[in-house]
């Protein structure tokens, strides 16, 4: 139960950084198919994903500072 | 031999390792080393079966730009989830892991479970099982997707297992938590490293055409390194709370 716990955590531990993850990919796989060169994806890629990161800190130290 | 893999693989281990060693010392010296090892054995079996099964069709099985995808999901989620908490560590914003203080709250947990009796303690050899089984299952994750990634999976072997043998070797000499390990600088180093290593994989699972693969790859860890750390200043400006602000590079 705890190990099963421990995989899905990566999901419910925190759902922000999560969907953050799941859109920076969608967003990157969109520009593809259209055709948007792959450098520019993969650097666009690396700063959606950097987001993800700084939206979800950002979440839980607001939540500690109110 | 991948030094960058096998020295991903040795910092992402070796913090597993040291969470599980703390487990097993705590049932060791309250239920007996015999019950210790019973637990650590049993979760060893387990996670190797789970090796065979996870490992095997990844590596000759399924195409590659599926295993890319796959691998490179798993890396950003632990990767990033790793980088975050370090992050918040870092800044002050989240004690840092104290081994002592989960040393002495498990050790406390025994006791109250009872005396040590003559043969195996079945609460405490399932105590280390949990406790070997769900960090060794982390462990493991990092070894197969960074092994993978990097198309070297043995250089992620050698690396993880130089952690086992080093953790080990400190716990029997020691035989007390290990508190010295700079566990959140660690953390901090393989959340970049899986971050930018998932980042690349999944980008080039999708078709992402990066310039110059290796180089990219550097840039892309570089990028996460140096933002991370900016970030983590401006967080820890914004607290100020200098005094707690403890974590990288110690």
Same mark, same amino acid.
């Given at each position: ?50 987001? &993800? ?9 607001? &939540?500690?500072?109110? | 031999?991948?030094?960058? @893999? =096998? ?14 060693? /703390?487990?097993? *010392?705590?049932? =060791?010296?309250?239920?007996? $080393?015999?019950?210790?090892? /019973?637990? $650590? ?10 090796? =065979? ?17 796959? @691998?490179?999901?798993? !890396? ?18 989240? $004690? ?30 399932? /105590? ?19 092994? *993978?990634? =990097? ?11 130089? %952690?086992?043998? @080093? ?12 508190? %010295? ?11 970049? !490293?899986?971050?930018?290593?998932? /980042? ?17 790859? *550097? ?9 991370? *750390? ?21």
């Amino acid at each position: 139960m705890k190990a099963i716990r421990v995989i899905v955590g990566l999901v419910y531990d925190d759902p922000w950084l999560f969907g953050g993850t799941l859109v920076a990919l969608l967003v990157a796989k969109f520009l593809l198919v259209i055709g948007v060169a792959g450098v520019a994806v993969g650097g666009l890629l690396a700063l959606l994903l950097f987001a &993800a990161i700084l939206v979800s800190i950002a979440r839980e130290v607001r &939540a500690k500072k109110v | 031999m991948n030094l960058y @893999v =096998a020295g991903a693989a040795f910092l992402g281990a070796g913090v597993e390792f040291t969470e599980a060693l /703390t487990i097993f *010392l705590a049932v =060791a010296l309250t239920k007996g $080393a015999r019950t210790a090892w /019973t637990g $650590a054995a049993l979760a060893v079996v387990v996670l190797a079966a789970l090796v =065979a099964i996870i490992g095997y069709p990844l590596v000759h099985v399924v195409q590659l730009p599926v295993v890319q995808l796959v @691998v490179g999901l798993i !890396m950003l989620l632990f990767g990033m989830r790793w980088l975050r908490k370090a992050m918040l560590r870092a800044s002050g914003y989240r $004690a840092l892991h104290d081994e002592e203080a989960a040393f002495a709250k498990e050790l406390d947990r025994q006791r109250q479970s009872g005396q040590r009796g003559a043969g195996i303690d079945g609460f405490g050899a399932m /105590t280390t099982f949990n406790g070997v089984f769900l960090e060794g299952l982390e462990a493991v994750f990092i070894v197969i997707t960074v092994g *993978l990634s =990097a198309q070297a999976l043995s250089s992620a072997i050698y690396g993880s297992v130089a %952690a086992l043998v @080093v953790i080990v070797l400190l716990g029997v000499a020691l035989r007390k938590p290990l508190k %010295a390990v700079p566990e959140n600088a660690m953390k901090y180093v393989v959340g970049v !490293m899986l971050s930018s290593f998932g /980042t690349f994989w999944a980008g080039e699972g999708m078709g992402v055409k990066w310039w110059d693969k290796d180089v990219s790859l *550097l840039f892309v860890a570089l990028f996460f390194l140096i933002v991370s *750390l900016i970030a983590t200043a401006v967080l820890k400006a914004g607290r100020g709370d200098v005094s707690k602000s403890v974590g990288v590079g110690h």
